[in-house]
């Protein structure tokens, strides 16, 4: 069987849409459009991270008449930026639920997505904390196929990725590919050698998805990662909890937060 299982859904129209969900609850009094101001996004997936930026910066919640934001997690908008840039966390991990949170805050009107993740280093050279800007994935995910056919390459957009960058300045360790996978506990050996040798830097789980997302709904998408875990033949190490990882994340934050409200 191809994957997609019907390979013209290409040109179909969607049935479901983010617009017409936003549209649901704005009929049910749970949206106000004419209320929302958000033109940028930052989406971290640690939660630790997240809950130290919460404490550290102190961001209003985004909501309604007390009525948080329908969409999956927690927003927040940043500090200064009279809420045309928020922070989105608490809504797990992976390519579908990214997409889920893309695809609502573009129909809201988010025109900038910058991602922050972590991921597995897969070339030797690699450390613990170092940042990598990515410039394109690997498509082994299912959300991607659902937007691009699976022999469309992916890439951020390039000048949103290129403040990134200069937003990051010194503490950029390198540029290339991710691989983007589904399915964690299946990452093998013989995938590891495969994407190593052909310059993958590293596996994570949002990349390919979000780029494909936003390159179809016309939004701007740049990301970065930092090395958490490093993996070989001869096994995984975690390294999460380092501290070159959690001062690689904060670092990330801040620059994605410079590279959004310098335009605001």
Same mark, same amino acid.
């Given at each position: ?10 040109? &179909?129209?969607? /049935?479901?849409?983010? $617009? ?7 009929? &049910?009094?749970?949206?106000?459009? !004419?209320?929302?101001?958000? *033109?940028?996004? /930052? ?14 910066? =102190? ?13 999956? #997690? ?13 922070? @989105?966390?608490?809504?797990?991990? #992976? !390519?579908?639920? !990214?997409?889920?949170?893309a695809e609502t805050l573009i129909a809201c009107g988010v025109r900038e997505i910058i991602s922050l993740g972590t991921a597995g280093g897969l070339q030797a050279e690699l450390s613990p904390g170092e940042i990598i800007s990515v410039h394109g994935a690997v498509r082994d995910d299912g959300t991607s196929q ?5 022999? @469309?390459?992916?890439?951020?957009? =390039? ?5 990134? *960058? ?9 540029? #290339?590919? @991710?691989?983007?996978? =589904?399915?964690?506990?299946? $990452?093998?050996?013989?995938?590891? *050698? ?8 590293? @596996? ?10 936003? $390159? ?49």
């Open positions: 069987m191809s994957f997609p299982s019907v390979t013209s859904k290409y040109h &179909s129209k969607e /049935i479901i849409s983010a $617009e017409a969900v936003i549209r649901d609850w704005e009929d &049910s009094g749970l949206f106000d459009r !004419a209320s929302w101001k958000a *033109e940028s996004a /930052i989406l971290v997936y640690d939660r630790r991270l997240y809950t130290q930026l919460l404490e550290t910066f =102190d961001p209003e919640e985004v909501g309604f008449e007390n009525v948080r934001f329908g969409g999956p #997690g927690s927003y927040h908008a940043l500090p200064d930026t009279d809420g045309r840039v928020i922070l @989105v966390g608490n809504f797990g991990i #992976g !390519a579908p639920v !990214a997409a889920v949170v659902h937007y691009l056919k699976p022999d @469309v390459s992916v890439a951020p957009h =390039d000048a949103l990725t290129s403040r990134l *960058e200069a937003a990051l300045g010194n503490a950029l360790s390198t540029q #290339g590919s @991710v691989w983007t996978t =589904d399915a964690p506990f299946r $990452e093998t050996i013989i995938e590891l *050698e495969t994407h190593r040798d052909a310059g993958i830097l590293a @596996v994570e789980m949002e990349a390919a998805a979000l780029m494909a997302v936003c $390159e179809v709904r016309g939004a701007a998408f740049a990301t970065s990662v930092c090395i958490s875990d490093i993996l070989s033949e001869e096994g995984w190490k975690a390294l999460f909890s380092e501290t070159e990882v959690r001062e690689a994340l904060m670092t990330m934050f801040k620059a994605a937060m410079a590279t959004l409200v310098q335009t605001k």
